[in-house]
Nanobody, 125 residues
């Protein structure tokens, strides 16, 4: 079973940066497309970004385009989410999960499974 562990969350001021990590154990991560999701207080969990198994295809929700960048290092069995120009509305618990993948659609920002425990990101002055 794929086990995912998120890390890197922190308290940061608006305009700051963070890099989140999603490390896998139990199985080789390179076989899976991975998505990042977040859940703000009182809101439903939403897809933020996803990356195909080989890393050649990425997607972002409109609210983070140009500020967040997803990448993966399959040799390290880890997926990263680099977040820049953070805003208060980026506050929430960030999760990574395995997401469906097809040839036509290499990754999607929904239908996650094998969720990690999440890492808290708080953007506040």
């Amino acid at each position: 079973q794929l086990q995912l562990v998120e890390s890197g969350g922190d308290l940061v001021q608006p305009g700051g940066s963070l890099r989140l990590s999603c490390a896998a154990s139990g199985i080789t991560l390179e076989n899976y497309a991975i998505g990042w999701f977040r859940q703000a207080p009182g809101k439903e969990r939403e897809g933020v970004s996803c990356i195909s198994s080989g890393g050649g295809s990425t997607k972002y929700v409109d609210s983070v385009k140009g500020r967040f960048f997803i990448s993966r290092d399959n040799a390290k069995n880890t997926v990263f989410l680099q977040m820049k120009s953070l805003k208060s509305e980026d506050t929430g618990v960030y999760y990574c999960a395995r997401v469906p993948s097809t040839i036509e659609t290499p990754c999607v920002m929904y239908a996650g499974r094998d969720w990690g425990q999440g890492t808290q990101v708080t953007v506040s002055s």
